[in-house]
């Protein structure tokens, strides 16, 4: 009886053989096609959305200001002890209102709650648009006003950058516009 | 309300697959994208590499595994958890592979001296993983098969002997004589496997 992470005595000494990204697209798009799985919610992208994000983007950051808590009812520290952790850094994406904000952090919590059923989720949070950059010689209020700007976090636990990369994927931030970046943390 | 009590309390034949099942059970139940992504994620890793081992192309392995994930959300109401969800995918896996005809039966030849005596997995010292690769790629597809299983992926010769449908004593004289090879061929005066 094998787990997915315990390995044989020769796999530390082999290259490793990494599935392609598209892969994983390919096999969704698969399953999909045949109603084996379903999509994730899109956000429509309507001709007025620019502007509308650019208003509703000033609303959400004014309406910030404290840190909103994606923990998922409270779940934290259930990851697989030892596995590597990776933090997910969430951009731009930003809700188009308040009450689409509030669904927004329902939606994400309950992503998370599906990390964490798996083991894999460790903690989350979502950042206000507050920021102030503090160097040697001076400190600067600089809202963070940019709708590009780092939104929120997740640290999750996987046993590779692949899984990582499939965890990160999953996320409903990229179905709504927004990107995930992925740091590996090194253990100290 | 906290986590520990909404999730579902699992007793599975295997304790780790509590959180499989309940990743599988969304999948059933809601097509649930991200729970199947959360299991592609965890899986795919190993399918991959062994794909990639055993038939020795990119493009093979790809469409292997992609027939994997198709056939396993096809057949995944009849899983029934006998075997871990890894073994049963390895196992479609393998079956694919063979489909493919990028495989050879194992011959069942039972060697009762190294079932006895396992040849044990002594390869010399400073071997540069692609020359382990190569080495491993230069067995015969019997022996490359259940040493890829058991010495890479970690495999026992139980969950081995059902994937490949032999007893667990020809699963470990394979394995005997695939580890005698292999040291063959890794060592200094094998020529072969540059």
Not at chain 1, 86 to 99: D, E, P, R
Request: glycine share 6%; with cysteine.
């Amino acid at each position: 009886m094998t787990s997915p992470e315990s390995r044989g005595p020769l796999a530390e000494r082999l290259p490793k053989h990494d599935p392609p990204r598209a892969l994983e697209e390919r096999v969704v798009r698969t399953l999909r096609a045949r109603e084996l799985l379903t999509e994730g919610r899109r956000r429509g992208t309507p001709i007025w959305r620019p502007m509308l994000a650019l208003a509703a983007g000033i609303v959400l950051f004014v309406a910030g200001g404290v840190v909103e808590r994606l923990r998922a009812d409270g779940a934290s520290g259930e990851a697989d002890a030892g596995m590597p952790r990776y933090i997910l850094l969430l951009y731009g994406g930003g809700a188009q209102s308040s009450s689409a904000e509030a669904e927004r952090v329902r939606e994400y919590a309950s992503w998370a709650r599906t990390i964490a059923s798996s083991g894999r989720y460790v903690a989350g949070e979502k950042l206000s648009d507050s920021s102030r950059e503090l160097t040697a010689a001076a400190t600067i209020e600089r809202p963070a006003t940019d709708p590009e700007s780092l939104a929120g976090f997740f640290i999750v636990s996987a046993a590779s950058a692949a899984e990582a990369d499939s965890i990160a994927r999953s996320c409903p931030h990229i179905r709504h516009g927004g990107k995930v970046v992925i740091r590996p943390i090194e253990p100290t | 309300m906290t986590l520990a009590t909404s999730l579902p309390v699992a007793t599975p034949k295997h304790p780790e697959t509590a959180s499989e099942r309940d990743l599988v059970a969304r999948v059933l139940d809601g097509r649930d994208e991200t729970a199947f992504r959360l299991l592609y994620g965890r899986h795919t890793a190993s399918l991959y590499a062994i794909a990639m081992r055993l038939t020795g192309e990119s493009a093979d392995a790809e469409d292997a595994v992609h027939d994997v994930w198709v056939r396993a959300l096809d057949a995944l109401a009849r899983f029934e958890w006998r075997s871990s969800l890894r073994t049963w995918l390895t196992s479609i896996l393998l079956n694919r592979i063979r489909e493919l005809g990028r495989d050879e039966r194992l011959v069942a030849i039972v060697d009762e001296e190294s079932i006895a005596a396992p040849e044990r997995l002594e390869l010399p010292r400073n071997v540069e993983p692609m020359d382990l690769e190569a080495a491993i790629q230069a067995l015969p597809p019997g022996y490359r098969r259940v040493l890829v299983l058991h010495d890479v992926e970690g495999f026992t010769h139980e969950d081995i002997a059902s994937l490949l449908d032999v007893t667990p004593g020809t699963s470990k004289s394979q394995l005997a004589h695939a580890r005698q090879r292999l040291r063959r061929l890794l060592s200094s005066d094998e020529k072969e496997i540059r």
